[in-house]
């Protein structure tokens, strides 16, 4: 049986490879956005029933944002593993983008319920965005098949 994690990742074709940096940067930048100028915007949208302070929240996800992103980027070997790692921090912070649409909390231009709601349907695309750029899907594949 193959596992997953430390099996040869698959072939790693070029626009996987744009897909997987892109995603890296745009994570590393939101990750920087969450520590300086968008601070107190992030702040905001964290929801009431967090039992962890605002600031903490933002700071802690923001770090979390720039290793996942700088790793997407450097670790290439690595890439199934960072990429099922990345699809489970958007499933996991999915619930505050929940509560910013049940608290109607606004927050980057999502104003109304609207909007916020909108948003909600972006989520999966970044968890397959991860998953498909990383190869982790064809690896899941790959072992699911290599079960007896």
């Known amino acids: 049986m193959t596992n997953l994690l430390t099996a040869d990742p698959p072939p790693d074709t070029l626009p996987r490879r744009i897909g997987r940096v892109a995603l890296g940067l745009a994570l590393v930048f939101a990750g920087i956005s ?8 992030f702040q905001a949208q964290v929801p009431d029933w967090f039992p962890v302070d605002e600031d903490v929240t933002v700071l802690a996800s923001g770090a979390v ?17 960072v990429g099922l790692i990345a699809a489970a921090f958007f ?25 916020r709601f909108g948003r909600l349907f972006f989520q999966p695309v970044l968890v397959a965005w991860a998953l498909w750029s990383t190869g982790a899907f064809s690896a899941l594949r790959r072992a699911r098949a290599d079960r007896p």
Request: glycine fraction near 10%; avoid cysteine; charge should be negative.
């Open 34 to 41: 969450h520590l300086t100028f968008s601070r107190e915007e």
């Open 65 to 81: 944002e720039i290793a996942l992103g700088s790793s997407l980027v450097v670790l290439s070997r690595q890439r199934v593993a």
């Open 91 to 115: 499933v996991v912070i999915f619930p505050g983008n929940i509560g910013q649409w049940l608290e109607h909390k606004d927050g980057f231009g999502l104003d109304t319920d609207a909007k």
